[in-house]
């Protein structure tokens, strides 16, 4: 069964050092990956993908993240955290296996950022 | 560039009451749509999806039902609310069949029911 898992209920970093937010994934076949941003009361806002070529994808806000196939994971990363990137954010992994009309995106259960000044 | 809206922002509705959630997508055509559900500031829960005006698959059986009036209008509804219907309501759409796969998101409704 594909599926994304996101082990870290929360990450506490201070704001100027680098931080992670873990994902790995369990798909069949090649992965297609994708980071998102939730701020409090709104929508999920789309960060970045990767589908396939360079392992390090640039995104919005200057994250990026990095798709490791050895150990399937797809983390995401900022050199130098911001106070205002304190949020809830989601991994998520196109199901293949989906066979329902559309390209189904399989949401891992969300880490809580919090960047503390 | 493609917009999304959702309305109402917030709601309180007692149990027994009716229910109408509405979003609307501009700036692109024959949208795959979607609404989720959203418990506790945490995981989404795919409630409905549509590939075209009048097709509406549902993920899990509930109190709830989708349509798809126009190609970018889709509605949310139920005709009694359940205490266990509050949750914040997210729409999404993204690009039809052989598009890109990430969906886009509205900004959500914040749904009480009392």
């Known amino acids: 069964a594909q599926s994304v898992a996101q082990p870290e209920d929360q990450v506490n970093v201070a704001e100027g050092n680098p931080l992670t937010v873990k994902c790995t994934y369990s798909v069949s076949g090649n992965p297609y990956l994708f980071w998102y941003v939730q701020y409090p009361n709104r929508g999920l806002q789309f960060l970045l993908k990767?589908?396939?070529?360079?392992?390090l994808v640039k995104g919005s806000y200057g994250f990026e993240a990095e798709f490791n196939k050895s150990q399937t994971s797809f983390h995401l990363k900022k050199p130098s955290a911001l106070v205002s990137d304190s949020a809830l954010y989601f991994c998520a992994v196109r199901d293949f296996a989906f066979s329902g009309g559309y390209n189904k995106l399989i949401f891992g259960a969300g880490t809580r950022l919090a960047v503390h000044p | 560039s493609q917009t999304i809206h959702q309305w109402p922002a917030t709601l309180v509705q007692p149990v027994g009451s009716p229910l109408s959630l509405e979003c609307t997508v501009e700036g692109t055509s024959n949208p795959n749509l979607y609404w989720y559900r959203q418990a506790a500031g945490r995981g989404l829960q795919l409630l409905f999806y549509?590939?075209?005006?009048?097709?509406i698959s549902s993920e899990v059986p509930q109190n709830l039902s989708a349509s798809r009036p126009q190609d970018r209008q889709f509605i949310l509804s139920s005709k009694k609310l359940l205490l266990s219907d509050s949750g914040f309501y997210l729409c999404?759409?993204?690009?039809?069949?052989?598009?890109?796969?990430?969906?886009?998101f509205g900004p959500g409704t914040r749904l009480t029911v009392t």
């Open positions: 549509s590939v075209g005006i009048g097709q």
């Open positions: 999404a759409w993204s690009q039809g069949a052989g598009g890109t796969d990430e969906q886009y």
């Open positions: 990767y589908i396939t070529g360079d392992n």
